[in-house]
């Protein structure tokens, strides 16, 4: 049988693109299943949501987006594991709601914990994990285990066996009292929009942060052709594909980073720019919005989900999200999505994956 | 009859030795092998070399020398030490509460050891602990690189050379391995201040407890309590850490 590698340490990331045919979405039963939809939900915690569209619908993008729920918010809270495990905290949000956390630091350099689907990791260095006293497994590079590897330990904390009493949840208790006692800043993100009463975050005095879209309007850029090149025999060759899908991303990233070379002004001297837009692009007026923060995949996804269904179907529009970054080298994750215009449940989809 | 006469007298061997061999040879020959031949004064000694009677000499050695040796006492091997079972606890005397009098006398002789640096710490008191004895301390495993030692918190029983035998709360023995591993002490101490007067209280002084709390690093301390007493520790650089 086929028996894969276990990967070499650092790999560069690796980008997936998947060229496809959506079934209808119907806005009863969010679709789950399928390629775009599970390359969201896959994505852990998210921080950057981008979307472009011609400046033609955005009027009904802000309708779409501004009815339907407040504006996304997040909390940054000060609080020690210890607080989290036990009391109020654990009862209301862990064993009951969904919740995501993460906290401060850099996955290679402190010591990290997140929180997601009560499923407790922590990215902990050797002398952290030796005090801890709780199994693990080693992380990150694999040869000279001797000097300081670093550890990852994984703990669920929706199991029938993580209640007071029971070993596993005291040694985890002690763990966090005197390996992991000060408090850390973290961010705060619910999943569901029931707030428990008395909430019991508000002990901790948390700073609410909404993130409030950015919205850069009327841009006067080179729209080049979305519509991806199809050959007589009705499916695309692979390096059709490749031309086509890297000088669409490379346009769209552009555009994400407000660069002046997609401008139809644009006059720069070749010597400091080699860049030029597709061939065969129209002149267009773009509209792009963007959030920053904390947000959760069921959020992204349902946002997404609304947005085709209130846009007509002859727009085309960008929808990218970005994670957190992870490890040493600071890589994350990133779903890019186009829908090309006058098609019909036709899309094609970027995946960015980091070796971590 | 002829008579030999003196020019032609030579011995019967030269004359025989002339027979065979040329004259330089036979004369040669006659000096080395007949006229200086050595005569031995006692030809049969020393015995001639057998090798039997060499056999017999070296199994009658062997013998001797082991049953001078079967009559010194031998040390017990590891198995027939186990088997007397002269180190381990019996099963009534596991108990922590048996322990807690044993606890308190080395809490006392501690502080005793310690006199004045319980409340300044430092060269000296470590230099003090390191040849203390730890019979009867409080340890609590704070730090190791098997993590399911860490928690394990009670009396020390027995301080063998390479491990400690803690009984615990819930009343088990359990052996803790040095190596890798840092041990917690917490000793506590009486700590006097004296309040200011107040209004109708007369002056009076406060007692508060306070702890000294050090950490053993165990792989530098794994020798036998009785050997740990005349040896100078000196600083060494720990992979582990």
């Known amino acids: 049988m086929l028996s894969f590698q276990q990967p070499a340490f650092y790999q560069s990331s690796k980008c997936f693109v998947t060229h496809g045919v959506m079934g209808h979405v119907d806005p009863k039963q969010p679709p789950s299943k399928g390629k775009p939809w599970t390359a969201l939900a896959g994505q852990d915690f998210v921080c950057t949501v981008d979307l472009i569209v011609p400046q033609e619908v955005f009027g009904i993008v802000q309708e779409t987006l501004w009815k339907n729920e407040a504006i996304p918010e997040y909390k940054r809270v000060v609080m020690s594991l210890h607080d989290i495990l036990t009391g109020d905290f654990f009862s209301n949000y862990i064993k009951q709601g969904n919740i995501l956390m993460i906290s401060e630091g850099r996955r290679g350099i402190d010591n990290v914990f997140a929180l997601k689907n009560g499923h407790l990791t922590m990215f902990l260095d050797k002398e952290a994990y030796e005090r801890a006293g709780l199994v693990g497994k080693p992380h990150g590079v694999k040869g000279k285990r001797g000097l300081k590897p670093r550890w990852i330990v994984e703990v669920d904390l929706n199991s029938s066996s993580m209640i007071k009493g029971k070993k596993g949840y005291d040694r985890l208790v002690y763990a966090s009292k005197n390996a992991f006692g000060a408090p850390m800043t973290w961010l705060f993100c619910n999943g569901t929009p029931i707030v428990p009463d008395p909430d019991p975050l508000a002990v901790f005095s948390p700073t609410s942060c909404t ?10 850029a080179l729209v080049p052709i979305l519509i991806p ?3 007589t025999s009705e499916q695309i060759s692979r390096d059709e594909l490749e031309d086509f899908s890297s000088e669409v991303y490379e346009w769209l990233s552009l555009v994400r980073l407000h660069s002046p070379r997609i401008l139809k002004s644009d006059k720069i001297d070749p010597y400091l720019s080699l860049y030029r837009v597709p061939g065969g692009s129209q002149p267009g007026r773009l509209c792009k919005i963007g959030w920053r923060g904390f947000f959760s ?3 992204t996804r349902q946002t997404m989900i609304d947005l085709i269904i209130a846009l007509p179907s002859k727009t085309w529009f960008s929808f990218s999200t970005t994670t957190f970054s992870k490890g040493l080298a600071g890589d994350n994750t990133e779903c890019t999505f186009l829908r090309p215009p006058n098609s019909s449940g036709e899309y094609l989809l970027w995946e960015i994956k980091s070796h971590e | 009859m002829i008579v030999p006469t003196k020019k ?4 019967i061997a030269a ?9 330089e040879e036979a004369t040669k020959i006659l000096t080395e092998k007949v006229i200086q031949r ?5 030809p049969t000694s020393p015995p001639p070399a057998d090798a039997r009677h060499a056999r017999q ?9 082991r049953r001078t040796k079967s009559l010194k006492p031998k040390p017990l091997s590891a198995t027939q030490r186990k088997k007397q079972g002269l180190y381990q606890i019996p099963k009534e005397g596991q108990k922590y509460k048996l322990f807690e009098p044993l606890h308190n006398l080395w809490l006392g002789y501690i502080r005793e050891i310690l006199g004045n640096e319980v409340y300044t710490g430092g060269e000296a008191a470590a230099a003090k602990l390191a040849s203390a004895d730890f019979h009867g301390a409080g340890v609590e495993v704070v730090r190791s690189g098997c993590v399911s030692r860490v928690g394990t918190k009670g009396i020390v029983v027995k301080d063998g050379k390479f491990a400690f035998e803690i009984v615990t709360v819930k009343n088990k023995v359990k052996v803790v391995p040095k190596e890798g591993t840092i041990f917690r002490v917490e000793v506590p101490v009486p700590v006097v201040t004296k309040t200011i007067e107040v209004a109708e209280e007369k002056e009076g002084e406060e007692k508060k407890q306070s702890k000294m709390v050090f950490e053993l690093h165990g792989d530098q301390f794994q020798f036998r309590s009785a050997d740990r007493a005349t040896r100078k520790f000196r600083a060494h650089f720990s992979k582990t850490l």
């Open chain 1, 211 to 220: 993130s409030s879209p950015s919205i850069t309007q009327d841009v006067d």
């Open chain 1, 229 to 231: 090149p199809t050959s």
């Open chain 1, 297 to 299: 995949p069921s959020w």
């Open chain 2, 8 to 11: 032609d007298h030579q011995s």
């Open chain 2, 15 to 23: 004359d025989l030795l002339n027979r065979a061999f040329e004259s």
């Open chain 2, 38 to 42: 050595p005569l031995f004064l006692c």
């Open chain 2, 57 to 65: 000499l070296a199994a009658k050695r062997a013998k001797e020398q």
